[in-house]
């Protein structure tokens, strides 16, 4: 027996034993729905769960569960989920009902394997505002009906799915808030690209929320995909999310609109509509004087790109635009692949073979060096081929203190996706510029690195982390670890320096960083590129 019906089978045993609640309840006063609407993406859904039948106790049994409530909803989180199951998970009615009267704003979700109306009811007597179904165990009319036993009471249900056959159920109900179960409860191992899969096949309307098997870095794989993410073991057992590393899903606070989900950045705010430049090209419309970029054309006459119809663009930065579902310029490449991954970036290629490495390989971002002082500054020759031979790989121009017209030059000569500025530009002299940009900041003591990132956050799509001495192969992540942690990042960001196939994962870790960029760690004695460590690079995270 499967544990998922293990649990059940028990389950069913204790809806007999449950007495009816025959008084009238008043409604819920937290809104599930609303909260995860507003303010940042994703929202954050902390939990509270002493034990797992797979992994044991997580919480001491001596934890103040009041305390822990407060703690998460001074820390800005979006709601609370409660486990409420003894048996299984160690928690109870009366942990629900403290965690209610320890908080003031958030919702509380009652986690538990509710087969019954009875339960709903217990759930709401104890002060949930909100209660998971898991569409696994029931059946389609089950499910809407204990929806509308939620409704009447104005409780919105978190309904999950895990797989193809969930989904095909969950889109026979009217469920609004949709979880995705990256856990498979019938034996609890944990597949992130559930997610991933699932996400593209609801409806834009559904609000949808990426459930279990988090440990940290992780969430950059699913934060474009969703609206929040639920997070159990991972945060429980170090009781306080201020010690979670999710910084990375914008959980300081970071500002999105809702639907477009877009970033509102002073002045240089994106916006929908006529005029607007769109995430990704940053390109800027020019009513019908517009110019064209490589694959990137925009189209004449409003100039602007078609809101709401799906269509897709020219080459694999494609957004549908008007679905609610706005996706971010890292999100378009992972979305290439089957299992997302971490992003790597192969820097400063200088021979076919090296390229045909990378590209065999499938490496997403490759970097051509064109920084006259580099020893890997890359020969026209070379760009010119692999501008030509380029298939799906990402090309990333290397540049440092170099003008935008030479910039711009260069990238419209070997149609280029993204330019990497890695000296002291100046932030007035590439606003507006049509390629999306990768800002490297060297970390160091000496150095203002936090103020450069607060200058150029509006103008970079993308940021580089490396230490002071770029293409050395020396690593700063150890020693700013901790500090690095607490920085306020609004985008997503890759690290470089001493990035090999040994420690990519665990400087992935340490900073929740969305790749990792490499040159001297791909190179063999002779400074060639290696097959084999570019393959363990990738292989690695």
């Given at each position: 027996m499967n544990i998922l019906k293990k649990i059940c089978k028990w389950k069913q045993k204790e809806i007999e034993l449950l007495p009816d609640i025959l008084e009238p309840l008043p409604k819920a006063e937290r809104d599930f729905f609303t909260a995860l609407q507003k303010g940042c993406f994703p929202h954050v859904i902390a939990e509270i769960k002493p034990a797992s039948p797979v992994t044991g106790r997580i919480l001491p049994k001596e934890v103040d569960v009041a305390e822990i409530a407060s703690g998460f909803e001074k820390s800005g989180v979006s709601a609370i989920s409660v486990l409420t199951d003894e048996h299984f998970f160690q928690g109870s009615f009366n942990s629900l009902q403290k965690a209610k009267h320890a908080t003031g704003h958030v919702p509380i979700l009652c986690k538990d394997f509710i087969l019954s109306e009875k339960q709903v009811r217990w759930a709401r007597k104890y002060g949930?505002?909100?209660?998971?179904?898991?569409?696994?165990?029931?059946?389609?009319?089950?499910?809407?009906?204990?929806?509308?036993?939620?409704?009447?009471?104005?409780?919105?249900?978190?309904?999950?799915?895990?797989?193809?056959?969930?989904?095909?159920?969950?889109?026979?109900?009217?469920?609004?808030?949709?979880?995705?179960?990256?856990?498979?409860?019938?034996?609890?191992?944990?597949?992130?690209?559930?997610?991933?899969?699932?996400?593209?096949?609801?409806?834009?309307?559904?609000?949808?929320?990426?459930?279990?098997?988090f440990s940290g870095s992780d969430v950059r794989l699913v934060r474009n995909m969703v609206s929040g993410v639920l997070v159990g073991s991972g945060i429980g057992n170090q009781l306080t999310i201020k010690n979670y590393k999710l910084r990375i899903t914008s959980y300081e606070r970071q500002k999105m609109e809702h639907g477009t989900r877009n970033r509102e950045q002073g002045t240089g705010n994106r916006e929908h509509g006529t005029g607007n430049r769109e995430h990704g090209t940053r390109n800027t419309e020019q009513g019908t004087g517009n110019t064209e970029h490589g694959t990137r054309n925009r189209e004449q006459g409003t100039g602007n790109r078609e809101q709401g119809t799906g269509n897709t663009e020219h080459g694999t930065r494609n957004r549908e635009q008007g679905t609610g579902n706005r996706e971010h310029v890292i999100q378009s490449i992972l979305s290439k692949f089957t299992h997302p991954q971490p992003l790597v970036k192969c820097c400063g290629v200088r021979t076919k073979e090296g390229f045909q490495i990378a590209k065999d390989l499938q490496v997403p971002l490759l970097g051509l060096n064109f920084v006259p002082s580099s020893k890997r500054k890359i020969s026209e020759e070379l760009a010119e081929y692999i501008a030509s031979h380029r298939g799906d790989i990402r090309l990333v121009g290397v540049f440092q203190n170099q003008s935008p017209q030479f910039v711009q030059k260069i990238c419209s000569k070997y149609r280029l996706d993204f330019i990497q500025l890695s000296g002291k530009e100046s932030v007035d002299d590439f606003i507006g510029f049509p390629i999306p940009i990768i800002k490297g900041i060297s970390i160091s003591h000496t150095f203002d690195y936090q103020g450069e990132i607060l200058k150029w956050n509006a103008g970079t799509e993308i940021f580089l982390f490396d230490g002071v001495m770029p293409g050395s192969g020396l690593s700063w992540v150890e020693e700013f670890s901790e500090e690095f942690r607490l920085l306020p990042l609004q985008k997503p960001f890759l690290v470089a320096g001493g990035i090999t196939p040994e420690n990519a994962k665990r400087f992935i870790e340490i900073t929740g960083a969305d790749g990792v960029d490499t040159a001297s760690g791909i190179e063999d004695e002779t400074g060639e590129w290696s097959k084999l460590k570019i393959s363990e690079l990738v292989r690695s995270i």
């Open positions: 949930a505002d909100t209660y998971l179904l898991i569409v696994k165990i029931l059946s389609v009319t089950d499910i809407q009906r204990l929806i509308n036993v939620g409704r009447e009471l104005s409780m919105e249900p978190l309904v999950e799915i895990s797989d193809e056959e969930d989904l095909q159920k969950v889109l026979q109900t009217d469920a609004k808030i949709i979880g995705i179960n990256n856990r498979d409860l019938r034996d609890f191992s944990v597949d992130l690209s559930r997610t991933f899969q699932l996400s593209k096949k609801l409806p834009s309307d559904n609000i949808i929320v990426s459930l279990s098997g």
